[in-house]
Structures are given as structure tokens and as C-alpha cells.
């Protein structure tokens, strides 16, 4: 049963506009939440975090907005550019206790030009 | 970046052998961790670390065994690889335990089991 769910499995976006990536969760018990970015040939890299006690966490360019409601996160890029083409993981945990990172399935995103 | 790699970085190997991967760190972490990404499926946990001698299973362990002897090493070991094995495989590391400390990865070994 997959907790976190990202279904969009890729994403193009030109250069300049806002990229939005989305990731679904089914646990009600998760309360942390985290973005990954991750470029060929490389491991994943942490790129930003949101607490359950927040519905904005904003870092850069990076924006990541939490909807417990709807158990919805999403990512925000503006303005994208082609750098920020890679592979997205969403990833949820519980603080404390013995759960561990739940990984999304990825989305690819590719800003062009 | 955070002191970890990975060896080796790739290999091809027989179905029915054994292989070993190494995951070493020079962060003094205290928690390791070895997933394995693949297209469809995201990063899976397979097993994890939280000590010298100390670990247990994740998600997609049937298969895997590990070991750890020293904090700076964390072993993942395929006793007899298959084929449904063929993968990426990324070690990390942690300070502390919890999600809201950061995973640190490895740069991966890319296993081909044929």
C-alpha cells in the first residue's frame, strides 16, 4: 500500500515559468514532510522540509505548501530554470518513535529552455 | 558534502552469486540506512542501522542481509543474486534519528544481475 503518492511521473515546464510538483499521503500520522532533488548518476540531495504545524515553508526560489485536510503537499519553483531539471522525491515520516522516511515515487521534471 | 561512498559504483555479477556492497562514512553517524530506487518504485528501504551490531529489516529485505562491525561501515550483502535484484542501490546517513535530521546520500552502485 503506498502511503506517499506522486502521479505525475514527469513534468516539463519552460524556462522562467513556476513548476508545481504535487505528492499525495495516506498516513494521518505523518507530521513531517520532505522534498528531495535528484540528478542523474547522483544520490538524492535534501532540498526542503515542512512540519505539520505549517501550511508554508518558503527557501529561495523553493516554496513547499502543506494541505493536512486534503493530506496534498506540493512543491513550487518560480521562477524554474533548466538546472532545476531532475528527478523529484516527496518523502513523509512520523517524528520520533521507529518510522522511517517514506519515499514518493518520483516525479521528472524538465524545464526547457 | 557529507563524508560517504559508496563502492563500488558498479558491477555486473551472475545470477546465483554473491555480492557485497559497502557503504562508508567519515561523519561518525550514528544511523545507516540502504535503499534501492527503481523506475515505478521510488527509493525502497531495504534494511537500516542504528548502531554497531545493531540493525533491522525494511520494507524490501527478503534477499539482502547486512552488517555492520565499525560506524564507519555499512555492509549490504546479496547471498545469491537474481535478477529482479538489478538496481540502484543508495546508502545514507543520519545524526540523529528522525526524518526532521536529514538523510545524507551516497552517490549509488548501480547493480546488473544477469
Known amino acids: 500500500d503506498q502511503q506517499v503518492k506522486q502521479n505525475s511521473p514527469s513534468l516539463s515546464v519552460q524556462e522562467g515559468r513556476i513548476s508545481i510538483l504535487n505528492c499525495d499521503y495516506t498516513?494521518?500520522?505523518?507530521?513531517?514532510f520532505l522534498w528531495y532533488k535528484k540528478y542523474p548518476a547522483e544520490g538524492p540531495t535534501f532540498l526542503i522540509s515542512?512540519?505539520?504545524?505549517?501550511d508554508k515553508n518558503e527557501d529561495g526560489r523553493f516554496t513547499v505548501f502543506l494541505n493536512k485536510s486534503a493530506k496534498h503537499l506540493s512543491l513550487h519553483i518560480v521562477p524554474s530554470q533548466p538546472g532545476d531539471s531532475a528527478v523529484y522525491f516527496c518523502a513523509a515520516s512520523v517524528r520520533g518513535g521507529s518510522e522511517k522516511l517514506v519515499f514518493g515515487k518520483g516525479t521528472k521534471l524538465t524545464v526547457n529552455p | 558534502d557529507a563524508g560517504i561512498t559508496q563502492s563500488p559504483r558498479h558491477k555486473v555479477t551472475e545470477t546465483g552469486t554473491p555480492v557485497t556492497l559497502r557503504c562508508h562514512q567519515t561523519e561518525n553517524h550514528r544511523y545507516m540506512y540502504w535503499y534501492r530506487q527503481d523506475p515505478g518504485h521510488g527509493l525502497r528501504l531495504i534494511h537500516y542501522s542504528y548502531g554497531v551490531k545493531d540493525t533491522d529489516k525494511g520494507e524490501v529485505s527478503d534477499g539482502y542481509s547486512v552488517s555492520r562491525s565499525k560506524t564507519e561501515d555499512f555492509l549490504l550483502t546479496l547471498e545469491s543474486a537474481t535478477s529482479s535484484q538489478t538496481s540502484v542501490y543508495f546508502c545514507a546517513i543520519s545524526e540523529e534519528w528522525g526524518a526532521n535530521y536529514g538523510y545524507t546520500f551516497g552517490s549509488g552502485t548501480r547493480l546488473t544481475v544477469v
Open positions: 515542512i512540519s505539520s504545524i505549517k
Open positions: 498516513n494521518s500520522m505523518f507530521d513531517y
